[in-house]
């Protein structure tokens, strides 16, 4: 599923327009970006939550040539999987 059938779900389910719903999966995506830069996880009971992680410097491999490559540390977005959506898949 993308973000087009998001949107079309969130729609039929609700009976609104799709630009209704497509402002309602914006606001609800844009919600969980803005408590990720604050470095707040963001934790939707019975979902999951999503978390900034850091990542530490370190030597990988060019898989083609075997060479090494200095990776940087960074951030990333980690994802937990909750209890009710482990049990519904």
Not at 44 to 72: D, Q, W
Request: proline letters at 2%; charged letters at 25%.
């Amino acid at each position: 599923m993308n973000k087009s059938h998001l949107v079309t779900y969130v729609a039929d389910e609700l009976g609104t327009s799709k630009l209704q719903a497509g402002r309602l999966v914006d606001t609800v995506l844009n919600g969980i970006k803005e408590g990720l830069r604050s470095d707040q996880a963001v934790t939707i009971t019975g979902f999951g939550t999503f978390e900034v992680k850091e990542r530490k410097a370190r030597v990988g491999r060019n898989p083609h040539t075997g060479a090494p490559i200095a990776i940087e540390a960074g951030r990333r977005v980690g994802f937990r999987v909750g209890k009710g959506l482990k049990e519904s898949v």
